[in-house]
């Protein structure tokens, strides 16, 4: 382990500006980041998040901490508007494949983390299910209403934003100008007091035909949205917590009114830090699961690309950018990053000298700066463009190398080299036939285009006697 750092300088979306970073235990650093919300597959933009979460976390322990962190899995009580109103997007998955919410929640968990270890997404230490922590809801809920917080209304138990100071700090938004706009809204639900009170427990009334319910003392029913991720945390990592994420679109409502609960049930401040990743986005603007083309990791496969291109293409742009997706621009990164890895192979294939134990400490110290600069994930791969310029023997480079990665975590020395996946085959295998047809019909100019799009991809293809062979390098 390295000497820690001091000061490790982050954004902290409730002061608004870069701090310090002290942890409330010196030992350990307890992260919550709000998980996948598991009636589809994740959208790359999804993913987006989750990359800049796991740069964070192997960012902490670059630095020298150990870091406890925590993620949930929404299978329960997220409405398709996050403000409660709209269909459960559960039941509207289950209901999509003709299954149960249990088997839909069961699926596109899995479907979730493979899609995230492709793009090298550490699971996290501790994964739980919302609907496991139905007691604590109910505790949490149960000592709300006691004190005054929360109040039931129509069979619902909402939470009364009126009784928490600084409701809006997080968001910043201003209170007079969102009010009027909920009023106007149709949707608004006439059973809450303020438009921005938020469900802590909903009974059947809301939804007859949902299949998670449980017992409790206000009605068989279901916890909503916001009290999951609070409980879990708080369960899980304490009643001090150092750091939560989420992307932008958490500010608010959802984390604010996690703040809003977890602070009234816990009666002090909960968490010290909020950090939030910007949005990826397509042409349109907006990414979508419903709309356009659905843009998933197994698509970018199907499409000939290393899902860690997709990595690289988000760590060269800093989290709290937003970042617009095209191919064009994934095709660069594509490009860039097979460059990067063909550098590096050649210092693989060369290794001279012993490591210089000085330049090595100094290209850690020049990562940890970037590090420290807000997660500025641009200047760590400038570090490592800057490593394989220095003029040091390869072998100091290549554990230069190797020590960048643990974060980055882009397989720049390729050791532990991932299996194809079945769309990546299947890409190749047509492109080959692709390219046999088109020699056939004397069509070379086509067959030279197809060898090159591989060649782009690092597939090298070969033709042998027994038929073309292919390498991904
Ligand atoms: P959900 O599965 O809808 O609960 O969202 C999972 C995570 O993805 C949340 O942390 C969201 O803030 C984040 N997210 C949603 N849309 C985008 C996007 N277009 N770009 C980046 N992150 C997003
Ligand atoms: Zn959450």
Redesign the pocket.
């Known amino acids: 382990m390295y000497e820690k750092v001091i000061y490790l300088r982050l954004y902290n979306t409730l002061t608004k500006k870069i701090e310090e970073f002290k942890p409330y235990n010196d030992k350990e650093v307890t992260l919550y980041t709000?998980g996948?919300?598991v009636y589809h597959f994740?959208?790359i933009?999804?993913l987006?998040?989750y990359i800049f979460e796991d740069i964070l976390e192997k960012s902490l322990e670059y630095v020298g901490y150990n870091v406890k962190r925590c993620m949930n899995i929404?299978d329960v009580g997220?409405m398709s508007s996050d403000a409660d109103t709209g269909e459960d997007k559960m039941i509207k998955g289950a209901i999509r494949e003709n299954k149960t919410v249990y088997e839909i929640a069961d699926y596109y968990t899995e479907a979730f983390f493979k899609d995230a270890s492709k793009l090298n997404i550490r699971k996290p230490k501790i994964i739980e299910r919302a609907s496991k922590h139905i007691d604590f809801y109910i505790k949490m809920i149960e000592k709300l209403l006691k004190e005054g917080y929360a109040y039931i209304s129509n069979g619902n138990v909402y939470f009364d934003i009126s009784k928490v100071k600084d409701y809006y700090a997080l968001s910043g938004k201003n209170q007079e100008e969102l009010i009027i706009g909920a009023r106007e809204d149709v949707n608004y639900d006439i059973h809450k007091r303020n438009p921005y009170d938020f469900g802590l427990w909903f009974t059947v009334s809301k939804f007859a035909n949902q299949d998670m319910k449980w017992d409790s003392p206000w009605g068989v029913g279901y916890p909503g949205w916001h009290i999951e991720c609070s409980g879990i945390s708080i369960n899980y990592l304490g009643e001090h917590l150092d750091i939560h994420c989420?992307?932008?679109?958490?500010i608010f409502p959802h984390h604010t009114n996690e703040i809003a609960q977890s602070e009234a049930y816990l009666g002090h401040k909960w968490c010290s830090y909020w950090l939030h990743?910007?949005?990826?986005?397509d042409a349109t603007g907006?990414?979508s699961k419903s709309k356009g083309e659905f843009l998933t990791v197994s698509l970018l496969e199907e499409k000939g690309y290393n899902p860690l291109v997709y990595r690289f293409f988000c760590l060269q742009s800093h989290y709290r950018n937003q970042l617009v997706f095209s191919y064009e621009a994934l095709d660069k990164a594509s490009s860039t990053y097979n460059k990067l890895l063909n550098k590096i192979n050649i210092i693989k294939n060369n290794t001279d000298g012993i490591v210089e134990e000085d330049v090595l400490n100094n290209y850690k110290n020049k990562f940890k700066e970037a590090i420290n600069n807000d997660l500025n994930t641009s200047l760590m791969i400038t570090c490592l463009y800057d490593i394989l310029k220095e003029n040091v023997n390869n072998n100091t480079k290549i554990e230069v190398i190797k020590s960048y990665d643990q974060v980055l975590s882009l397989d720049l020395l390729n050791d532990n080299k991932k299996e194809l996946s079945s769309d990546l085959i299947k890409y190749i295998e047509d492109k080959i036939n692709e390219r046999a047809l088109a020699k056939q019909n004397k069509d070379y100019v086509k067959a030279d285009l197809i060898r090159k799009e591989l060649e782009e991809k690092n597939i090298i293809i070969k033709d042998t006697r027994e038929g073309t062979k292919y390498e991904v390098i």
Do not use: F, Q, S, Y
């Open positions: 709000c996948p919300t994740a959208h933009g999804n987006r998040t929404t997220h989420g992307g932008v679109d958490n990743g910007e949005h990826l986005n907006k990414m």
